[in-house]
């Protein structure tokens, strides 16, 4: 018989769905003559009628009955077949907004967006840098990177890697005030803030071995942004915690120094989240893939 008629079943399952020839000729866009012409040609190929033909109204035959789920099936793929070729062959145009944090983004994402803009020229991105937590859906926002361990929320989520958080210092200030080997012992050195850590006011860490501490810092200075503790590091003023892609460079240099490498803190991760409930353009999803494939990438992702 050859290759199956599968535009005329399609018809005949958009006949079947709306109960008439010219209601179905409208919706596809045909002529009325050539739906009656499809659904003549394949009623003739299987030998029985689909439907029987009134003055007011189509109604399916006990072999239409039986076949109509099968139309209907070849109807709704080729639809979402060509729903998918179209979402693949847009161009990404149009303007993203997106939401970082202040270090990191200036860090980890400014410098590897011009290569992202240019693979995507029609793409503009409106780059919002801030450390306190945006509401998306309230501001505009097609996404955002949370450096946290996420709370259940309407948010669409995407992990990108896990993020730790160190307890570090420069080796002339542990010269100078001694390196520390319990948490209880941080309540005796100058502890630098970062005022959006998840509790500012308790330091909370766990040993390998399962135990748990907690301490209360103190110090002569809090920041709400973690590169703004960096100079103090660096000139020995005291200990922080900071995530690891802030100071691994410093690390690696020897600038900076690990204590506490047996403790963790609470874990975090890095994540792409976008609000709930919209379809997301190709702009959109092709700048996700390409920060989720670069940062994943990064030495100091986990």
Known sequence: MGLPDLEA???????????????AA?????????????????????????????SRRVVLSEVGRNLLAHALQV????????????????????????????????????????????????????????DEIVDLVGGGFDVALRIAALPDSTLIARRVCQVRRLVVGAPAYFDRRGRPTHPSELANHDCLGYAYLPSPEVWRLTHVGGDEAAVTPRGPLRANNADALAPALLAGLGLA???????WEDLAAGRLEQVLTEWSLPLIALHMVTPPGRLRPARVGVLIDFLVKRLAAEPWAK
């Open 241 to 247: 915690i900071q995530p690891e892609f802030t100071v």
């Open 26 to 54: 409208v919706e596809l866009g045909l002529a009325k003559a050539t739906v009656s012409k499809a659904i003549t040609r394949l009623e003739r190929r299987i030998g029985a009628a689909l439907l029987h033909r009134t």
């Open 9 to 23: 079943w399609a018809i005949f399952a958009k006949v079947a769905q709306s109960g008439s020839f010219s209601r």
């Open 75 to 130: 109807l709704n793929e080729g639809e979402a077949a060509e729903a998918f070729a179209v979402a693949q062959s847009e161009v990404p145009r149009g303007t993203v907004r997106l939401a970082v944090p202040m270090s990191f983004g200036l860090a980890h994402v400014a410098p590897i967006l011009p290569e992202f803009l240019t693979s995507y020229p029609e793409v503009m991105i409106d780059f919002h840098l801030g």
